[in-house]
């Protein structure tokens, strides 16, 4: 029997079109000349967020790198969400690549203070280095799957023009935040001026991110690539399947923001679980767990016997799960039968 694998939505497998295509895919060489899947793929990426140009990325922590290396110069200053993925799960690359100083901030569920981070933008000076960018994250990953508000988007905006900053948006799951929220993928885009996306989790292509934004950025992002190694050659192969992840796959997440809100709010009316199902908004589940009895591994090596795979939530406290395309209606009901037979 398979397990019920609710540990991320990266374990998407892809679908039997996206095989058939990947076989069947045009390609060129990507880097010496072009491919013309991948030049399809980035046309459709940008013309989806209303940006000029697109670059495919063998990862989205790749994208992200590109985007600060790009937008930012040493002895400049990054402002960061204090839970972000760019601050908190890509390996430093703030520090490590583009040497600038991140200023994590709290938020509320992934909304940042538009007054505090005004507050904390700096001019330049002798002292301090000069804030020029901003990283804003939607859906938030460690905030379990929460909606930013546009609203927030766009005051946070209107803080970067008075400014002069850049605002970058770690889109990962863009769709899923557009999906809960019915704002389209473009009314986020218009308030950033660059946003990475990821064809590789929900929307199960087996690799790749999109990056998108001004012509100009994304040329100078190209050598960006280039430089970290990111350069592929007949890469059509699997842009075909993120040709399909985009125009296929986005019309089904309100079915896994279903089973998670279903699963969450099962799992809330158990023992040693602290969840509040209403902020389920969209395909991530994260709870804290206090038991008397079980600790956060031995809870996770109980379902694993049970056929239900799922993480340990970042901190170590709590779990975490993600409903995605390869768990169904009876993943749901088998995870939460694990569930109630091990605390129930
Ligand atoms: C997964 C993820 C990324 C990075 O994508 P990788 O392809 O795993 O490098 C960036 N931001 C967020 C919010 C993510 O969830």
Redesign the pocket.
Known sequence: MNPSDFRSD?VTRPTPEMRKAMAEAEVGDDVIGFDPTVQKLEALAAETMGKEAGLFCP???MG?SIAVKAWTQELQEVIVESRS?IFNLESTHLTFISRVTPRPLPSRRGAMDPAEVEHFVKKPNVHTPQTTLICL?NTH?NWGGAVVPLENFKAIREVAVRHGLRVHL?G??IFNASTASGVPVRGYADEVDSVMF?L??GLSAPIG?MLVGPKEFIEYGRRIRKALGGGMRQVGVIAAAGLLALTRMTGRLAEDHRRARRLAEALSALPGIVLNPAEVETNIIIFKFEHPGLTVPSLLSELEKRGIRALAAPGGVGIRMVTHKDVDDADVDAAIGAFRDILG
């Open positions: 990266t990862s989205g922590t992200n993925h994250e990953n770690d990962a799951r990821c590789s989790k991110s």
